[in-house]
């Protein structure tokens, strides 16, 4: 009785409930559609361009953009997608979890406090550490790693090291018929696992393998991983980033670039899903 009546501090605003209101109509389905409905906020702006974005449909306008003016744009997603996407992240964090049950005295990333959430300023390789509060700097937490002549960031999902050598592991999930279907690697996943093995070099580290590990999210029968390793070291900018390098410098330089050839009205495919499209025409091509 002692742990219930501990409890009784935690009090529910019951007058909030209307008591004239049909209960039996609340239906809580059209509850959590209403929320899954809706628009997410997300905020664009900083200084430096994440690796992604370099990879996949890079455009030096909507990243000026972003970075001299900044804008909040409504993300519209539904139910389907939010599930899917938290699916998603579910299944790659299982992924790192697992490593770490057994790999995390070769974990090399920040550390947060299991109890209060502080979070280390460096990263480091793992080692027991306890914090003011009385917890322990345990949760791992990716490491921001900077490409400063290019101006690109990112963090790396998963980095161990091994006799001295950095190895880089990148996780993504797939669905079901997009896993089965996967006989190697996606050239973009490895290409942001390769630039940032080569990050990792230019800033001092001894590098050794670039991985991408890829978990399915759906349930089939067999092994729900696939992994793929690239040994290849070099000291050679990638070419994710050498061929969009004068973009690159467009898109952190003092002037507007000018709209990429794909968009060259709001109706173009391009321009229908970016969501810096109604910014992005409101102002001046050249």
Known sequence: M???KSRRSIKIDF????????????NLVDIIKSADAAPDEARAGGDLIHVSSIINDFCPRREWLKREIGYSVPRFVNGALR????LGR???????????????????????????DAVEEEARQYFFKQCECGGKFDRYVEAQ???EEAGVTGSVDFVWIHRGFFNIVEIKSMNKRDFEALTKCKADH???????RWLYHQNGFKVNRAEVIVVAKDYIVGSIYKSFASERVTTARPLIVSATKDDVELARGDELPPRISQCSSPSSPRAKVCDGCSLCFSMPSD
């Open 15 to 26: 007058a909030q409930i209307d008591d004239h209101q049909d209960h039996s109509a609340i």
């Open 190 to 196: 490895m290409n942001q696992a390769e630039y940032y």
């Open 145 to 147: 790693i900077v490409d």
């Open 83 to 86: 599930v899917v996407w938290k």
């Open 2 to 4: 002692k742990n219930f």
């Open 90 to 116: 579910s299944a790659e964090e299982h992924v790192r979890d697992q490593l770490l049950t057994t790999m995390r005295g070769n974990a090399f990333g920040r550390w947060a406090c299991d109890r209060c």
